[in-house]
């Protein structure tokens, strides 16, 4: 299996000043179509995960641009340019690689608070 | 476009499950439906996929043996099934539809107890 590992667990950020997460993988995610299988969640508390970036740096509908997802093969980095108390929540990394068997795996998941 | 699960489940230990989760008509002929758990206090388990217009699922390692997902067509319903169940299979159950663009409509959850 695919081992992700994500640093740091906790992160306690001032609103207005920026945020980094590392997502790790155990092998590479990059396919030989060209693209990183790799997505990032963020669940907020008491909701469903919703996705905030896929293969590696392409934001999903609606996510505004002070997030950025970038890295490739087995080294991933999400950054929010300026925190807002809105994005408190768990972010998880999750890889998707598509090819057999087919078996994707998440992140630890890393907790934002508000200082 | 909405992912519509059904309600919580309580069962004894040994006991089977199943968890439904309903798809609009596009979903279910365009993407796969994932489906991933979380217990208590912990983070995201993916647990497997099915392609609902193929039938063909893949599953996690760990729960192999023990899930099945399955898809009908005429109700547009897809249905992930867990036996032998244990005290460590309690969890809120999400089911999430994917495509190229990552899994991006989920469902609300379902919660799963197993207690005696």
């Known amino acids: 299996d695919i081992v992700m590992t994500q640093s740091p667990l906790s992160l306690p950020v001032t609103p207005g000043e920026p945020a980094s997460i590392s997502c790790r993988s155990s092998?590479?995610?990059?396919?030989?179509?060209?693209?990183?299988?790799l997505d990032w969640y963020l669940q907020k508390p008491g909701q469903s995960p919703q996705l905030l970036i896929y293969l590696g740096s392409k934001r999903a509908s609606g996510v505004p641009d002070r997030f950025r997802g970038s890295g490739s093969g087995t080294e991933f980095t999400l950054e929010i340019r300026s925190v807002e108390a809105d994005d408190v929540g768990v972010y998880y990394c999750m890889q998707a690689l598509q090819t057999p068997p087919y078996m994707y795996t998440f992140g630890q998941g890393t907790k934002l608070e508000i200082k | 476009v909405q992912m519509v699960q059904s309600g919580p489940e309580v069962r004894q230990p040994g006991s089977s499950v199943n968890v439904s989760c309903k798809a609009s008509e596009g979903t279910f002929s365009s993407y796969t439906i994932n489906w991933i758990r979380q217990a208590p206090g912990q983070g995201l388990e993916w647990m497997g996929r099915i392609i609902p217009i193929l039938g063909i699922s893949n599953y996690a390692q760990k729960l192999q043996g023990r899930v099945t997902m399955t898809a009908d067509k005429s109700t547009m319903t897809v249905y992930m099934g867990l036996t032998r169940l244990r005290s460590e299979d309690t969890a809120v159950y999400y089911c999430a539809r994917a495509g190229p663009y990552g899994m991006d409509i989920w469902g609300q959850g379902t919660t799963v107890t197993v207690s005696s």
């Open positions: 092998q590479s995610l990059l396919h030989n179509n060209g693209d990183n299988y």
